[in-house]
């Protein structure tokens, strides 16, 4: 059985998918860039500051889902450009307690809406 996941508190999607997808213990987040949930405007005036809007919007999804960021297991992380990997190691200090999830990072040639940073992620619910 899978059970979508909404909540307002992160960008509605804009396409054919949920926020997020319950199936028995695990969530799986869809991909988050840096949308301000509000009024659907990229917040990307540095790497920085979209890699914490993209951390925003996950965590928004993971606790309507019934989680915590720290519930995360595995993160899939998409960039146009591996260098931004610095920044993201920074942004996770601040977001998760260790042990941190599990993470692969693809450098791909591009993302929706601009992005430089997309973040997706499987949760587990104990």
């Known amino acids: 059985m899978r059970e979508a996941i909404v909540t307002k508190k992160s960008p509605q999607p804009v396409g054919t998918?949920?926020?997020?997808?319950?199936?028995?213990?695990?969530?799986y987040i869809a991909g988050q860039i840096a949308l301000i949930p509000e009024s659907l405007e990229m917040n990307n005036a540095n790497i920085e500051t979209e890699v914490k809007q993209s951390f925003d919007n996950l965590n928004a999804i993971a606790i309507a889902a019934g989680g915590t960021l720290d519930a995360i297991c595995n993160l899939t992380v998409y960039v146009t450009n591996i260098e931004f990997v610095t920044a993201i190691n920074e942004a996770m200090t601040s977001y998760f307690n260790?042990?941190?999830?599990?993470?692969?990072?693809?450098?791909?040639?591009a993302l929706p809406r601009g992005a430089r940073v997309e973040i997706a992620a499987i949760m587990y619910l104990a």
């Open 98 to 109: 260790g042990p941190f999830p599990a993470r692969a990072v693809v450098q791909v040639s």
């Open 17 to 27: 998918y949920s926020q997020a997808v319950v199936v028995g213990e695990h969530v």
